[in-house]
Every structure is written in C-alpha cells, then in structure tokens.
C-alpha cells in the first residue's frame, strides 16, 4: 500500500511515486516508463518549465542513441492521451515552445517538500526586469517572474501538519493581472486579455478546477477588483474613470461614481486602487479634486456614490503621476487605512486612523522609510501586519511589517521570494494569499529605411536575454549606448552599430541610470541616475570608462539629459521650482541654471545654435478628459519667447538632425515616424510601424542614425500569472 507522503493528488487523478502508478477516481490506467517519467518530473515541480534538455539528461542518457526529439514527443503524447489533455487547449500539461514542458493545473502535494530559501534564490537568479520610476503609464513595471512560498507568523505558527501549496492558477497564455482573492479564499477575481488577448476584462475563478467565469465584455480596459465582505459583489474600474459594482457571479453592473482622476496614465502604479470597507459600507478610492491638488484617498458611499477625502498629501505632490496617495486597505476592524505616499524620494507606506463615522483621527502615520517604490499591499488576516510588494532590495519583491513599527521604526522583513512579485492580496477568512507574478522584457528595435523612404520589417537590436533600453546613436554613428540589465543591474553599456561588442560601461552597483546621452566628440555620456536612497541626479562618464562625474545633485527630479552643441552644457528636466522646466548646468559641473519659464523638460538645441527645442510635461494629461503633452516648442538659445513648432511630440519619441526632427505619432493605426523638414518646412510620414507594436513607454527613447536610414526605438513585451499560496499565515 502507497504511503501518503509517495502520492501527487490533480483534479480526479493520484500518482503513487513510489508504485509507479497513475490513478483516476481511484481506477488505475496504463501508464508506464517514460511518460510515466515525465509526468513524475512535471509534478515535482509545479508551474515550473522543465527543458527538453533536463529531460533529456534525466530520460535519455548520452550513451542512449535514439531520435530524441521523435521519442520525447511521442512520450508526451502518450502522456496526454492517458490524461485526456490537448496539447492545444491544456489543462495539465503546457508546451513551451523551443523550451519544455509545464505543469499547470492546482496539485495537493503530499510527496512535494517545501522549497527552500536557497532553492528559490538558485532557482530565480538572473530573472531581472527593467525598471522604472519617471512618467510612467504602465507597469512599469512594469513589470516579472517568481514562485513563492511563506511558512510563518510570529503570533499564529503554522501547525506542523500544515502543507503549503504554491500554484499558478490557471496558466492561461496573455497578461492574468491584479489578483484579489475572495474573503473566503474560493474564489479570485482578476483582469486578463482573455484568449483572444483583447483589452482587460473581468474574470472570476474558483480556486483550483474549473474554467474562469467572465464577468464583464465592454470594449474599454477594466482594472482594480475589490471584493465585498460578503463575497456577493465586487467593484471595479472602467476605462479611465468610472467605478461598478457587479455581482460576482454574473448579473447587471452598476455605475458608483466617476473619478476626475485619469487612471489610465498610471494604471500599473494604482492597480490595487480601491479596497471595500469591512462592514460593506464604503469604497475607498484615489482621487484628486483639480489639477492643483495632489492625488489624495476617498472614502465613497456604496449606497449612494457620494465621497469625501480622508488624506491630505503635501501638496507640491501633483509634479508626477505616481505621487500623492495610493493603493489604500482597510484594516479588518475598519479602523485603519493603510496607504502609500509618493514624493519626489519615493514612496513609502502610512496609516491613517479613521473613527467609526469615516473621519480621518489626526495625521497619518509613517510606517515604513524605504524611499523605494511599492507596488500594491494589504492587511494580514489578524490585522497584526501588512504584506506588501516594494522595489526596496532593487526589484519588486515582497515583504511584511507589523502596525507597530510606525512608532519603533522598525524593518519589513523579507518573505522567502523571487523577484517580480507584485499585487499581494489575502483572504481575511482563510490562510490563502495570492500575488501577480509579473513577466515581460524590454528590448530595442530596429527599422530600416530603404533610400524611398518605404521601410522593412522591424528587427531586434542587439538582442539578449535581459532588458535592454533607451538606445542612443554616437554622432560618428560608430557605436550606440544603451541602458540594460545584462549584468544584473541596470547599467550603461555601449555596442557597434551592428549590435555587436556589446561592453558595460558603468558600474553603479544598483539604483537606475538612464537616458544616456552622447557629447558632440563622442568622447562622454551623460546619463541620469536614480539611486538606490531615492536621489536623483545626472551623471557623466568618459567612453574610456573613467569614474562618473556627478553633474547634479539634490533630492529634486532631474532627467533626460542633452548635450550643448559645443560640448560645455547639458540640459535637463527638473521640478526644482515646483514645476517642471528646462535648466542647464556646466558639463564639468556647477551651479545650474534655469532655461524655460512657462514649462519644459526634454531639450535638444538646435544644429546652427539658434534655438533650444523641448517637449512639456503636462500635468493637465493626467486629469480627464487627457491630453497630448503639449508638442515641441523651441525658444532662442540667446533668450526671448517661446513658440510651438509642433503641435505633437512625446517625451522620449523625437530626435533632431541636422535636416529636421523626426518623431513618432501615436496613432491608432501604428505609431507613425513623421519627418519635419528644415529645407521644406513640411512634416511628412516616413513609416508606420505595426500596429500591435507596444512601445516602451516608461522608458521611451527614439533615435536616428546620421545618415538617416535606421532608426532605433524601445519596445516591450508583457505577461503575467497569478500564484497562489495555501495554508499562509
């Protein structure tokens, strides 16, 4: 007879490891040898991609000589013939092309050990994700790849017999983001693109079997799910501003409220926007009530959609998207708002005291004093402490500190993970968590134009397995400098204008550097930096790798360098003053001074030294209705008044030449590179680059080489799964 601790339980099968039996509904099928194997190996490790070449090592030993490919395919078919899966639509077994295989259903596993801190460190080293921190639209961070497993609690230990289980939940190919688990932990609701990866819908899935029930299908994006105490409805949001209420099994939605705050723009940093209150009362939301405020939390009557504000941010905390107050949670006793607090350093999390009627109780308390970014949180079921995802230890991990610690300054600890977990979320009657396990990649792209002007496909520049951003072109058009993170952390590095000889450049050891920037003798690059303690500053270092020269320091925002055409200045964005603004500062560095007046951030002066040309940062695009950030304006390099060239342009997507400035359009059709003459004084469209391309834009950066024939741009690929976790405590 099987020993428990021998036995993997799926759905309606058991396999006895030990007897080398597979059984359904306690009947055994016929299944031996390697698809035995195989299956054996795929349950050890759930969720996790096991290679061809591991199976093959494991399997097929070297002294075996068989067709490889031929046998591990029919092996596997073997395999899901005695499963009754589809290779095309699977509920067990996936295909990973050109890679492996993976488990994906939910498995009860008595015979799996709980791995180990050293085991998941080995297991996710060199998992890196680009990061971002500036005008940022998504997610960042987008986002991200981990399992994860917790077994503690200072006050309530796991009792001994207790298993925890991680598993993904469903699998499902696309983008399954912003998990929140029902109080009861059966359920989870959840946005994804759905099999036909459309835009954001509703779902709600029964935790372990069955296929996720869908609850909405507008053609807008739809974010932000928050159950209610009861497990009857859940809230969320549409498009850019309004808020619903739907039953969670399927039923008429009901419109609360419209937000005057345009979510949109910063989907990825307020995706855990509202959290229902305990007694079922009350909604709490983020919010602003005019462009001059900063974003604040809400408190919004289920009943009637009336709101009132709860929190009063510094009120300089308007100058970026991420600022202000987000991602709010009721404590389980309602009396506790947890939130975070973004400023110019970073964010951090606060609590704020609310009496039974919903009036804020004093100043809110700060609870933790990273400066680093955090990306969703919520309340342990006790109430004793939060969980929460932070980009404190350098990329988003997750981490718990308890109430107290606001007044002993004490630090989160660390829960055993890998990076890129985001969007915890717990359910307060059972021992379940969940999180977003974020993937994606950033990488350049390149587009050829022929002498016509039509252009080829698009290719990958300079390809690797890490992150690569912000490309810029040498002025001999030799060399390209770039932001990636092939050495662990982000870095600069410089390539051949093939994409070969990639070499690192700088070695800041963490913290962000970006925006690289070429000096007219390609001699330097200016970068700016954002380190590790939240202080932003801009950076220059020689292209014989010297040591950096820090050009600027200080706790204002500072970036997107450019150079002087003589090589003396270098030109920024900063909110020194309040406002963004253009400023210059000596390239060896010195007091820096303010160029623009009525508004600017990224600057190019021109090739005959007459005028500075630069983009806007718009705080009015973040209220609704949005709008483009102003165009390019230019003003003379000996002062005068301002004037706008053109009446669109994107930060990060427009370069100057010596001929014009060439832009991308951002179009429904495709993004568009546009030509603006200097000779003809016409704008004309050069290209248009496909329409499901997904630019890069937290990190945009548009470059053309001298001669005019290749351009290179920043793309982004995402995905996300969710993980769950049985038996957290």
């Given at each position: 007879m099987s020993s428990p601790e021998t036995t993997i339980r799926f759905a309606e099968f058991a396999v006895d490891l030990e007897a080398g039996e597979l059984l359904r509904n306690g009947t055994k099928l016929k299944l031996r040898g390697q698809p035995f194997e195989i299956l054996a190996l795929l349950l050890r490790q759930p969720g996790r991609i096991v290679t061809r070449e591991e199976l093959r090592r494991r399997l097929w030993p070297s002294d075996t000589f068989v067709d490889f490919e031929h046998s591990l395919n029919?092996?596997?078919?073997?395999?899901?013939?005695?499963?009754?899966?589809?290779?095309?639509?699977?509920?067990?077994?996936?295909?990973?092309?050109?890679?492996?295989?993976?488990?994906?259903?939910?498995?009860?596993?008595?015979?799996?050990n709980v791995p180990s801190k050293r085991h998941l460190d080995h297991y996710f080293r060199g998992w890196k994700l680009p990061l971002v921190i500036a005008s940022l639209s998504l997610v960042f961070v987008i986002g991200f790849g981990i399992v994860f497993w917790v077994s503690w609690h200072k006050r309530q230990p796991l009792a001994p017999s207790s298993t925890v289980k991680i598993f993904p939940l469903t699998g499902a190919i696309g983008e399954e983001q912003q998990p929140a688990l029902s109080p009861d932990g059966t359920r989870i609701a959840y946005v994804w693109r759905g099999e036909a990866q459309s835009n954001f819908n509703l779902y709600v899935k029964l935790i372990g079997a069955g296929r996720p029930l869908r609850l909405t299908s507008n053609g807008e994006e739809e974010s932000c799910p928050a159950w209610s105490p009861d497990g009857r409805y859940i809230a969320f949001l549409r498009g850019d501003n309004d808020i619903y209420i739907v039953p969670s099994l399927g039923g008429f939605e009901r419109r609360l409220t419209h937000s005057a705050w345009n979510y949109g723009i910063v989907r990825s940093y307020l995706s855990s926007c509202l959290a229902w209150s305990p007694d079922g009362k009350l909604l709490a939301t983020v919010d602003r009530s005019s462009l001059n405020e900063p974003l604040s939390i809400f408190l919004v009557s289920v009943e009637d959609g009336k709101k009132w504000k709860v929190t009063s941010p510094p009120a300089n905390s308007e100058q970026l998207p991420y600022q202000g107050d987000r991602n709010p949670a009721f404590s389980p006793n309602g009396r506790t708002l947890a939130f975070v607090r973004g400023y110019d350093a970073g964010n951090d999390i606060f609590l704020q005291d609310i009496t039974g009627n919903s009036v804020p109780i004093a100043a809110p308390r700060r609870l933790t004093f990273d400066n680093a970014n955090v990306v969703g949180l919520d309340w342990t079921a006790d109430g004793h402490s939060i969980v929460?995802?932070?980009?404190?230890?350098?990329?988003?991990?997750?981490?718990?500190?308890?109430?107290?610690?606001?007044?002993?300054?004490?630090?989160?600890e660390p829960i055993p993970s890998g990076d890129h977990a985001v969007l915890p979320t717990v359910a307060r009657k059972v021992g379940w968590l969940a999180?977003?396990?974020?993937?994606?990649?950033?990488?350049?792209?390149?587009?050829?134009?022929?002498?016509?002007?039509?252009?080829?496909?698009?290719?990958?520049?300079?390809?690797?397995?890490?992150?690569?951003?912000?490309?810029?072109?040498?002025?001999?058009?030799?060399?390209?400098?770039?932001?990636?993170?092939?050495?662990?952390?982000?870095?600069?590095?410089?390539?051949?204008?093939?994409?070969?000889?990639?070499?690192?450049?700088?070695?800041?050891?963490?913290?962000?550097?970006?925006?690289?920037?070429?000096?007219?003798?390609?001699?330097?690059?200016?970068?700016?930096?954002?380190?590790?303690?939240?202080?932003?500053?801009?950076?220059?270092?020689?292209?014989?790798?010297?040591?950096?020269?820090?050009?600027?320091?200080?706790?204002?925002?500072?970036?997107?360098?450019?150079?002087?055409?003589?090589?003396?200045?270098?030109?920024?964005?900063?909110?020194?003053?309040?406002?963004?603004?253009?400023?210059?500062?000596?390239?060896?560095?010195?007091?820096?001074?303010?160029?623009?007046?009525?508004?600017?951030?990224?600057?190019?002066?021109?090739?005959?030294?007459?005028?500075?040309?630069?983009?806007?940062?718009?705080?009015?695009?973040?209220?609704?209705p949005p709008v483009r950030s102003g165009g390019i304006w230019r003003i003379p390099i000996g002062g005068g008044e301002e004037t706008q060239f053109l009446d669109h342009g994107e930060p990060g997507l427009w370069t100057l030449t010596r001929r014009g400035i060439y832009l991308l359009n951002l179009l429904p059709g495709g993004p568009a590179v546009e030509f603006y003459s200097f000779a003809t004084q016409r704008l004309t469209r050069i290209a248009t680059l496909p329409e499901d391309t997904r630019l890069d834009t937290a990190s945009p950066a548009f470059t053309v080489s001298a001669d005019g024939q290749t351009i290179l741009y920043g793309q982004v690929t995402l995905g996300g799964n969710i993980v769950v976790i049985e038996n957290f405590r």
């Open positions: 029919a092996a596997v078919n073997r395999l899901r013939e005695a499963l009754g899966d589809s290779a095309e639509d699977p509920s067990y077994i996936e295909t990973v092309p050109r890679r492996g295989y993976r488990f994906i259903a939910s498995v009860d596993a008595d015979a799996l929460f995802s932070s980009f404190r230890s350098g990329s988003p991990r997750l981490w718990r500190i308890y109430r107290e610690a606001a007044s002993k300054k004490t630090e989160p999180y977003q396990q974020s993937s994606g990649k950033a990488f350049i792209s390149q587009l050829e134009l022929s002498d016509a002007g039509q252009s080829r496909a698009p290719s990958r520049f300079c390809p690797s397995s890490q992150g690569d951003v912000s490309p810029q072109f040498s002025p001999d058009g030799s060399k390209v400098a770039f932001a990636s993170t092939r050495s662990g952390d982000f870095e600069i590095w410089l390539c051949d204008i093939d994409g070969s000889n990639p070499t690192q450049l700088t070695s800041s050891g963490g913290g962000l550097p970006g925006s690289p920037t070429w000096s007219p003798d390609g001699q330097r690059v200016a970068f700016d930096y954002h380190g590790p303690e939240g202080h932003p500053e801009i950076r220059v270092v020689g292209v014989a790798q010297g040591m950096p020269l820090h050009i600027t320091l200080g706790n204002s925002i500072v970036d997107r360098p450019s150079w002087s055409n003589d090589g003396k200045w270098i030109y920024f964005g900063s909110n020194a003053t309040g406002d963004f603004q253009v400023w210059k500062v000596p390239s060896l560095g010195g007091t820096a001074s303010q160029v623009s007046k009525r508004g600017g951030w990224e600057a190019r002066e021109s090739p005959d030294g007459r005028y500075l040309y630069y983009v806007k940062y718009h705080a009015s695009w973040l209220i609704n």
